[in-house]
């Protein structure tokens, strides 16, 4: 399986949790992050990484925790009759992040003799930063909503 296959096989599930409807399960909130860092992680080349790639994935994680925890107020949660508390995404937060990953998939599409190059691998930096934020927005907001109930 090539990445672009990769790619297309997390966002189909990406926009398949965020769009649906579904019960909020505190145990599974850092599942998603964790599958994401690792992929992310994976991807980039270590062993051309120097202090000025260092520097881009920090400003683009940065930038990514604050795009999740703007995606994370957008979220629609409510508590249901049964005590339940469900999440759905919003449609601008989705488009957020697509617009993230096509980015780097078209940076990256350019190859490495592109000055963007290092760019499109720090831009992986900016949906995990999001998608952290993002569910601890939401982990906080079950916990309020939680801590109104009692």
């Not at 005590?83 to 989705?94: D, E, K, L």
């Not at 990256?108 to 998608?131: D, E, K, R, T, V």
């Amino acid at each position: 399986m090539d990445q672009y296959s990769t790619y297309i096989i997390i966002i189909l599930l990406v926009i398949w949790l965020t769009a649906r409807e579904r019960t909020f399960r505190p145990s599974s909130v850092w599942l998603v992050p964790l599958l994401w860092g690792g992929m992310t992680l994976s991807s980039i080349p270590w062993a051309s990484v120097g202090p000025v790639e260092v520097v881009l994935f920090a400003v683009f994680a940065a930038a990514g925790l604050a795009t999740g925890i703007i995606r994370g107020k957008m979220e629609k949660m409510r508590m249901g009759t049964d005590g339940q508390v469900t999440v759905q995404g919003s449609i601008a937060s989705i488009l957020l992040f697509l617009a993230v990953l096509v980015l780097r998939v078209l940076a990256q599409s350019w190859g490495q003799s592109h000055a963007f190059y290092h760019i499109a691998n720090a831009l992986m930096f900016m949906p995990l930063g999001s998608i952290c934020a993002r569910r601890y927005v939401i982990y906080r907001r079950y916990q309020a909503l939680m801590g109104q109930r009692a």
